[in-house]
């Protein structure tokens, strides 16, 4: 199973234009296009969350000191 070319990729797409409809394959790259955006929007939370938890000990250690 080797590289797919562009004549492979240009079949395929006529396929799934033919099973789906030119409606309903738009209506699934929009849908695919949020779910990754929320995504990543997800990761940057948990990130900015862990890095949030990180910080937490050394201000509750300067919060004691005053």
């Known amino acids: ?3 797919l070319g562009p004549t492979e990729l240009i079949i395929i797409l006529v396929i799934v234009l ?3 409809g030119v409606g309903r ?3 699934i ?3 695919l296009g949020t779910a ?3 995504f990543r929007r ?3 939370g948990s990130e900015s969350k862990e890095k949030n938890e990180e910080d937490e000990p050394e201000k509750a ?3 004691q000191k005053s």
Do not use: I, K, T, Y
Request: charged share 30%.
């Open 1 to 3: 199973m080797g590289h």
């Open 36 to 38: 990754v955006r929320e």
């Open 61 to 63: 250690a300067e919060e």
């Open 29 to 31: 790259g929009g849908e």
């Open 25 to 27: 394959v738009g209506r």
């Open 42 to 44: 997800g990761l940057q």
């Open 18 to 20: 033919v099973l789906f």
